[in-house]
C-alpha cells in the first residue's frame, strides 16, 4: 500500500521531468499480453503485409507484447516528441522541378534524439526509485528498431488511438508524434486507453494515391509509398512508379489530411526537428548528380543516410520521369549506365517518360 503511493506520486514525477526532456505526450500502459492485439499482428504477417520486412515476421513472440520480449517487464512507459510542420506538406505536390521529403526526414534524425531522451528518463527514474526507497529497479528503452508494437502501446498508454491510416492520433498533436517506449519491472498504474475518435471520417484512406489501405486501421506495407521508397530494395514495381509522383523519401498523405492536425501545435516540435533548409524543397537537378561521398555529407545526421545513394537517387529518378521538366533530360540520361542496375534502370524509365 505505502510502495502503491510511493508508485504514483514517483509518476508524477516521471511525467513532469518526461516533459522537461522534450517529450510532448506521456503515459503508462501495461506489460502483460494484450491478446487481440496479439492476434491482429501475426495475421497481419501471415498476409504477407510486411513484404521484404523480414524483421518484422523474425522474433514475432518479443514484438507481441513487452512481456513476451522481456517476462521481468511490469509496465511501459510510452512517450511522444512533436514534430509538427508549421506548413502544409501537400503544398508542394504540384511543384514538378522539386522533391518531397516526408516531415518526419527533412531534420534530425528521430532515432537519435529520441534514444538520447529515453535514455536520460531511464537513468532519472532509475535514480529517482532508488532515493524513494523502492530499490534497484529494470529498464530498458526503444525506439522503432527492436520488435515492440510502439503505436498499440502508446494507444493503450493514452497518447491518442490508432487513426484508420494505423498511426497514432493525438488530440493535441495529430498525427505528428515520434513514439518511443521505456519497459520497466515497476507497476506503475496504467492510464485509461484513449478513444477512437475517427467516426465516419475516411479522409486518410481516399487520399492515398496508391491504394495501400485494404481496410480501415490495416496497411498493405507493399503498396505504401513510406515502405516502397524507403525499404524496398531493387526497382520499385511499374504499378506504382507514377503514383510516387515527386515523393523520394516516405510519403505524408494520409497523415496530412487528417482532421485533427488543425489541433496540432507547430510550436511543441521539438526543436531537433525543425525542417533543414536544403531538404525542404530540394531541387531534382542538383539530388540527381549526387554520388556517395556527396550523399553522405548532405544527409550526415538524417534518417535519410540509411538508404544510401543508390536508392535515393533510384527514386529521384522516379521523380524526374514524373515531373515533366525537359530541362532534367541531360542528367537523367547521364544516369543511364550507372554502376547500380536499379538506378540504371530507373534512368531508361525517367528518359522514356519525359521524351514520351
Ligand atoms: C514497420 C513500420 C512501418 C512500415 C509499415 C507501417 C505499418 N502501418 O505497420 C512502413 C515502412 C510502411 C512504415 C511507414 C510509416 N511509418 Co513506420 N514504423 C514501422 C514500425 C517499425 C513497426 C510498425 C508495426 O508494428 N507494424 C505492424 C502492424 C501489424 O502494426 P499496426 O499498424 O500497429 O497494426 C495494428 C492495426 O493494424 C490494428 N488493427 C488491425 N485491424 C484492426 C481493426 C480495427 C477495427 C482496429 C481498431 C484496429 C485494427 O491492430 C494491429 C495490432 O494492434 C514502427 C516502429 C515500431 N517498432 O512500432 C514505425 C512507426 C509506426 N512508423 C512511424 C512513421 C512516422 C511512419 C510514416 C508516417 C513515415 C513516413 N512519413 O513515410 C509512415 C506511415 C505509413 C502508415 N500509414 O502507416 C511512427 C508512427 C508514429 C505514430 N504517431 O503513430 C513509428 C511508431 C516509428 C516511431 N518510433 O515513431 N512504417
Ligand atoms: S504513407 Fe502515403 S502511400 Fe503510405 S498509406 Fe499513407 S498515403 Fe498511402
Ligand atoms: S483522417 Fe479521419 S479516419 Fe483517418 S486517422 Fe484522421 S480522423 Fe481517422
Known amino acids: 500500500m505505502v510502495n502503491a503511493l510511493i508508485i504514483d506520486a514517483l509518476k508524477a514525477d516521471l511525467f513532469a521531468e518526461a516533459k522537461a526532456l522534450g517529450f510532448a ?34 522474433r514475432l513472440p518479443h514484438r507481441r507484447s513487452p512481456q513476451g520480449l522481456w517476462p521481468e517487464a511490469q509496465s511501459v512507459i510510452a512517450l ?36 538520447k531522451a529515453l535514455k536520460a528518463l531511464a537513468r532519472w527514474l532509475v535514480v529517482a526509485a532508488a532515493k524513494r526507497g523502492l530499490g534497484e529497479i529494470g ?6 528498431t527492436a520488435p515492440v508494437m510502439e503505436k498499440p502501446l502508446a ?29 520497466t519491472t ?23 494515391p496508391t491504394l495501400a489501405f485494404p481496410a480501415p486501421y490495416q496497411l498493405d506495407a507493399r503498396r505504401c509509398i513510406s515502405y516502397l521508397t524507403i525499404e524496398h530494395k531493387g526497382p520499385i514495381p511499374e504499378e506504382f512508379r507514377v503514383a510516387l509522383g515527386n515523393r523520394i523519401y516516405g510519403c505524408d ?28 524543397a530540394p531541387r531534382l537537378a542538383e539530388l540527381l548528380t549526387l554520388d556517395d561521398a556527396g550523399f553522405r555529407r548532405l544527409f550526415s545526421g538524417s534518417p535519410i543516410k540509411r538508404i544510401g545513394r543508390d ?36 534512368a531508361v524509365w525517367a528518359l522514356g517518360r519525359l521524351e514520351g
Open 155 to 183: 494507444a493503450a498508454a493514452g497518447l491518442g488511438w490508432q487513426g484508420k491510416h494505423t498511426n497514432v492520433v493525438s488530440r493535441q498533436h495529430g498525427s505528428w508524434l515520434f513514439l518511443g517506449a521505456i519497459y
Open 311 to 346: 536508392r535515393f537517387v533510384r527514386n529521384c529518378l522516379y521523380a524526374a520521369g514524373n515531373s515533366g521538366d525537359m530541362g532534367l533530360v541531360a542528367v537523367v540520361a547521364s544516369l543511364c549506365d550507372d554502376p547500380d542496375a536499379a538506378v540504371a534502370e530507373a
Open 253 to 280: 498523405d494520409c497523415l496530412a489530411v487528417c482532421p485533427w492536425n488543425k489541433f496540432a501545435d507547430a510550436a511543441a516540435r521539438h526543436r531537433a526537428f525543425l525542417p533543414r533548409a536544403e531538404l525542404a
Open 80 to 115: 511522444g516528441m512533436s514534430y509538427a510542420p508549421a506548413v502544409d506538406p501537400l503544398t508542394l505536390a504540384a511543384v514538378g522541378d522539386r522533391a518531397r521529403i516526408s516531415v518526419y526526414a527533412q531534420g534530425g534524425d528521430y532515432h537519435d534524439t529520441v534514444k
Open 25 to 58: 505526450a506521456v503515459g503508462v500502459a501495461q506489460a502483460a499480453e494484450d491478446a487481440l492485439r496479439a492476434a491482429r499482428l501475426d495475421d497481419w504477417v501471415a498476409g504477407g503485409n510486411h513484404g521484404d520486412m523480414a524483421w518484422m515476421a523474425d
Open 139 to 144: 529498464v530498458k528503452v526503444f525506439v522503432d
Open 186 to 208: 515497476l507497476p506503475f498504474a496504467p492510464e485509461p486507453e484513449a478513444r477512437d475518435r475517427c467516426g465516419s471520417c475516411r479522409a486518410c484512406q481516399d487520399a492515398c
